[in-house]
């Protein structure tokens, strides 16, 4: 049986003491000093990249679904910004004109301000379909103009590259570049 002095030393040394709680505080501390500005100059941009590339993906297969379940034309227009609109391509041209009806509208730059469209790519726009438009037919094909595919190119701060190509046959497929 313990006697009463050894039961005292031994619930005077449990638990932690001032100075090593203060240590593992400072460990932390430094650690995170030397992690957020990590993660803001080489994490941060490429999940933007990325992210502003799926929702552009996501948005090309919405064009497409549209067409086909409205079973009408639906086209994609884009614009500086970077940014671009779905419309209802009423007359058939693959092209935006005032008066179609818009489904969607989105500006890039507002969720994802270090991403734009690499002008260094698809005839120094960063877009590589003609009038910088293309269109889903009620099939679900794709209407380019010049019939051959096309692509749009995204590009953040740190210079990598997203490209999302649009096929003929109205599939999509997104890529590093």
Do not use: W
């Amino acid at each position: 049986m313990r006697s009463f002095f050894e039961s005292r030393l031994i619930k005077a040394n449990s638990g932690f003491t001032l100075v090593e709680l203060m240590v593992v505080i400072a460990i932390i501390s430094v650690s995170l000093i030397i992690a957020i500005p990590t993660y803001h100059l080489t994490i941060k941009p490429t999940v933007s990249l990325n992210g502003a590339a799926r929702q552009l993906y996501s948005d090309v297969q919405l064009t497409r679904l549209r067409a086909v379940s409205d079973n009408t034309r639906c086209g994609l227009f884009f614009s500086a910004g970077p940014g671009y609109t779905i419309f209802r391509d009423s007359n058939n041209n693959s092209q935006y004109d005032a008066g179609e009806e818009v489904i969607k509208t989105v500006n890039l730059s507002n969720e994802y301000p270090k991403v734009q469209f690499d002008t260094s790519q698809g005839g120094g726009d960063g877009i590589n379909f003609a009038n910088n438009s293309f269109s889903m037919t009620a099939k679900g094909v794709a209407a380019i103009q010049g019939g051959t595919d096309g692509s749009v190119y995204l590009i953040n701060n740190k210079g990598k590259g997203r490209k999302i190509d649009v096929n003929i046959m109205g599939g999509v497929r997104l890529e590093k570049y």
